[in-house]
């Protein structure tokens, strides 16, 4: 079996096996979902995300974060063919801060990028 070899990239030699910059190590998410065609239907989502290196190098990564969004709908059956959904979404219910992206290997070093804050939706859906 073949032994990984570092990488060059112009001067720089990184290590075998070091992390691509910009993916997370880890990452999970979980809808849980309830209610029927028409009628109510709520929903809650569950998303982890490990940390992330932002250089080639590895020495700087921004840190994972969690958040849970929920949503809420009503559907109407207008008549056979026709239905009226009306939807509301809170996204990051927690109103947490975090680093939402990042800019890999950025020159003077900004690779953060913050996440949204607590987002709200409302929505309206005619479907025939």
Known sequence: MRQPVPLLLG???????????G??????SLRLEHGAATGWRQGITFEGIGPVNVNDTGTQH??????IDVDLGYTFALDRHRLLQL?????????????????????????????????WLLGARLTF
């Open 87 to 119: 939807s509301a979404r809170v996204d990051n219910l927690a109103d947490r801060r975090y680093i939402g992206s990042v800019i890999v290997n950025d020159g003077n070093g900004r690779y953060f990028e913050p996440g949204p804050a607590r987002t």
């Open 23 to 28: 993916v997370p190590d880890n990452y999970g």
């Open 11 to 21: 001067r720089l030699q990184l290590p075998a096996g070091a992390r691509v910059p």
């Open 62 to 67: 921004a840190a994972g974060y969690a958040s």
